[in-house]
Nanobody, 119 residues
Framework: QVQLVESGGGLVQAGGSLRLSCAASGGLFSSYAMGWFRQAPGKEREFVSR????????LYADSVKGRFTISRDNAKRTVYLQMNSLKPEDTAVYFC????????????WGQGTQVTVSS
C-alpha cells in the first residue's frame, strides 16, 4: 500500500513561486499515475494536475495552465508541482494523490500542505 507525504507549502507573495513535493513509500511507484488537487476554505476539492506513468503525459486545469508544471522522479519516488506566478486565488491546501496501479481512479491521498499567497 502506497503512502504519500507532501511538503513545500508555505506563505508567498503574489507573483512568487513554490515547489511542492510528494514522496511516496510502498508499492511500485512507477505504476501509479500521480495527481495534485487543492481545496480552498469553503470550496470543494478541485483537480490541479496529473502526470501519467510516462512523464510526458501531463494534464492541467485551465486555471493553472502555463503557470504550474508537474513532474516525477521515479528513482526518488517523488512527484513535484512547480508553481510560478502565484495568485491569491491559488491559496488552498494542496493534496497529492496516487492512482490504482496502472489505473485511472485515485486511491491514495496525502495529508495536504498549505499554500497561502498574499496580495
Amino acid at each position: 500500500q502506497v503512502q504519500l507525504v507532501e511538503s513545500g507549502g508555505g506563505l508567498v507573495q503574489a507573483g512568487g513561486s513554490l515547489r511542492l513535493s510528494c514522496a511516496a513509500s510502498g508499492g511500485l511507484f512507477s505504476s501509479y499515475a500521480m495527481g495534485w488537487f487543492r481545496q480552498a476554505p469553503g470550496k470543494e476539492r478541485e483537480f490541479v494536475s496529473r502526470i501519467g506513468w510516462s512523464p510526458s503525459n501531463t494534464l492541467y486545469a485551465d486555471s493553472v495552465k502555463g503557470r504550474f508544471t508537474i513532474s516525477r522522479d521515479n528513482a526518488k519516488r517523488t512527484v513535484y508541482l512547480q508553481m510560478n506566478s502565484l495568485k491569491p486565488e491559488d491559496t488552498a491546501v494542496y493534496f497529492c494523490a496516487a492512482s490504482t496501479p496502472y489505473g485511472n481512479s485515485w486511491s491514495t491521498w496525502g495529508q495536504g500542505t498549505q499554500v497561502t499567497v498574499s496580495s
